[in-house]
């Protein structure tokens, strides 16, 4: 029994960083209906900026919100640069522009850094604590924090704000929220920049466990794509709840499936995706789209 609970607290660990990345691709989903492909590669090349504001003798903790504040104003920048030109065009071609700038930013931090392999500093002490014979290390337990309180500032931010009002209200009718003299261009470059500051967090919190290389976040990104298809890409708690489910799930299935092992348990996030979208394809907290006849 111990060992199962120690699985489950690191599968939480694991999957509470999929959830900070899930969390950035559902706010651009609910914003603009984008699936963002690129949003690993924008979390990782804000990780670099990260590492190097560091490297320069920064300290860690002064680094980061300097690391935010430039994500966030680049998340914007795409919106106005690369998004909006083609954000009435057909869906198959804005994935095929989010794909593009997959490959251009991930190129572009090669050029940049080189892809050789970096040590992140890990922002939490080492050590942890024993809880009933289970070790919890205090990295998972900041891990779960951090997500924690970006869930909150997101909540109190969307339901106690007025510009998380406007931003609901785009969210909900971008074509109402223009005829009620809201200026729905700057709500998603805000849109845009929000979740680039909320995947810089995944980033910065997945590099220490990862080590820094321009393509660390493919991975990441499948099991957050596999969150919030779980949790409904419409719905933030739901992204949050998918990525820890998918994180326990594929811990567990590494520990005690023998046909699955280390080396298969990539496949679960898969898995998951497949039975989601055949059983319920809106996603746990997700709503299903209804048409009109």
């Known amino acids: 029994m111990t060992e199962l609970l120690q699985q489950v607290v690191e599968g939480l660990g694991s999957g509470a960083v999929c959830a900070s990345l899930a969390l950035a691709l559902v706010l651009i989903h609910r914003f ?3 699936v963002n492909f690129a949003q690993g590669e ?7 900026v990260a590492w190097q504001l560091v490297a320069s003798g920064m300290s860690f903790w002064l680094a980061l919100p300097v690391t935010l504040a430039v994500s966030f ?3 914007m920048l795409v919106e106005r640069i690369v998004i909006r030109p083609v954000r009435n065009a057909p869906e198959l071609t804005t994935v095929i522009v989010t794909v593009g700038l997959f490959i251009f930013v991930n190129a572009m931090a090669g050029l940049i ?9 890990q922002p939490f002490p080492d050590g942890g604590i024993d809880l009933a014979g289970v070790r919890v290390d205090w990295s998972t337990l900041g891990i779960i924090a951090v997500v924690a309180v970006v869930m909150g500032l997101l909540y109190l931010l969307f339901q106690h704000t007025s510009i998380g009002l406007v931003m609901r209200a785009v969210a909900c009718n971008p074509a109402s929220a223009r005829l009620s003299g809201i200026r729905v261009g700057r709500v998603l470059m ?7 500051t909320v995947g810089a967090v995944s980033g910065v919190l997945v590099a220490p466990l990862l080590f820094l290389e321009p393509n660390m976040m493919g991975g ?10 779980l949790g409904g890409f419409d719905s933030p708690v739901g992204a ?6 998918v994180g326990v799930a594929e811990t567990l299935a590494g520990a005690y499936v023998d046909v699955i092992g280390a080396d298969l348990k990539v496949g679960v996030p898969l898995v998951i995706i497949l039975a989601v979208l055949l059983v319920r394809p809106q996603g746990l907290f997700g709503r299903a789209a209804v048409e009109r006849a």
């Open 190 to 196: 805000l849109g845009w920049g929000l979740a680039a």
């Open 32 to 34: 603009t209906g984008i």
């Open 220 to 229: 990441v990104l499948i099991y957050a794509f596999a969150a919030a298809t």
């Open 240 to 245: 949050v709840v998918g990525g820890l489910v």
């Open 73 to 75: 104003a680049g998340g």
């Open 42 to 48: 924008l979390a990782m090349i804000s990780t670099y």
């Open 113 to 121: 850094w080189s892809f050789t392999v970096k040590d992140f500093p």
